[in-house]
C-alpha cells in the first residue's frame, strides 16, 4: 500500500509560479510512475504530467508544455510539479497519483493523493 500526500497548492497572481509536492510512503517509490492531474469546478480530472520510475522519462499535457515541469527525488520519496506562467485556466484541485505503468490515462493509476487546491487570481 502506498500512501501520497501532496502539498504547496495555493492563491497566486497570473503569471506566478508555484512549487506542488507529493511525498510517498513506503520503500518501492522508484517502482511506481508518478503522475500529477488536476479537475477543475465542473470539469473531469485531466492528465497533467507523468515521469517514470527513474525520473529518465516525462511527459506532458499539450496545455501545459514549456510552463510545467515534472520531476523527482527518489532518496526523498517526493514528486514534484513546478508551475511557472499560471493563467486562471490552471485553478484546479491537483492530485499526485502512482501507478505500476507510465500513462496518461488516469484509470491506470492505483495509488492517489487528497489533492491540493491551486487558484489563480486575474
Known amino acids: 500500500q502506498v500512501q501520497l500526500v501532496e502539498s504547496g497548492g495555493g492563491l497566486v497572481q497570473t503569471g506566478g509560479s508555484l512549487r506542488l509536492s507529493c511525498t510517498a510512503s513506503?520503500?518501492?517509490?522508484?517502482?511506481?510512475?508518478m503522475g500529477w492531474c488536476r479537475q477543475a469546478p465542473g470539469k473531469e480530472r485531466e492528465f497533467v504530467a507523468v515521469i517514470s520510475g527513474s525520473g529518465h522519462i516525462t511527459g506532458g499535457a499539450d496545455s501545459v508544455k514549456g510552463r510545467f515541469t515534472i520531476s523527482r527525488d527518489n532518496t526523498r520519496n517526493t514528486v514534484y510539479l513546478q508551475m511557472s506562467s499560471l493563467i486562471p485556466e490552471d485553478t484546479a484541485v491537483y492530485y499526485c497519483?502512482?501507478?505500476?505503468?507510465?500513462?496518461?490515462?488516469?484509470?491506470?493509476?492505483?495509488?492517489w493523493g487528497q489533492g491540493t487546491q491551486v487558484t489563480v487570481s486575474s
Open positions: 497519483a502512482g501507478g505500476s505503468r507510465y500513462s496518461r490515462r488516469l484509470n491506470e493509476y492505483d495509488y
Open positions: 513506503g520503500r518501492t517509490f522508484r517502482n511506481y510512475a
